[in-house]
């Protein structure tokens, strides 16, 4: 139980690659369904949710993150929302 509840946490952090900006935790795209699968692999082995974060980032890019941090890399996945509602 401990387990599933630290992976539904992490699933709604989590953006599918695939989808425009819905979380796996919602997707029905093959890659979120591995993702969730991944995710809970992980967490059995006993992997710190910041681990398990790090791995997806390492694997799909900082855009795999629904709050990706803010840095000089990412600054276009802040500001482009902006950006669009403006134009």
Same mark, same amino acid.
């Given at each position: 139980l401990a387990h599933e509840s630290r992976?539904? +946490?992490?699933?709604?952090?989590? +953006?599918?690659?695939?989808?425009?900006?819905e979380p796996v935790s919602?997707?029905?795209a093959e890659v979120a369904v591995d993702m969730r699968r991944a995710?809970?692999?992980m967490i059995a082995e006993g992997?710190?949710?910041?681990?398990i +974060?790090?791995?997806?980032?390492s694997r799909y890019g900082?855009?795999?993150?629904?709050a990706?941090?803010?840095r000089p890399g990412t600054w276009l996945l802040?500001?482009?929302p902006v950006v669009l509602l403006f134009l």
């Open positions: 992976a539904a +946490r992490l699933f709604h952090e989590l +953006r599918c690659v695939v989808c425009a900006g919602e997707s029905s995710v809970r692999g992997k710190s949710e910041e681990d +974060r790090q791995f997806l980032v900082d855009a795999v993150l629904l990706p941090p803010l802040w500001l482009a």
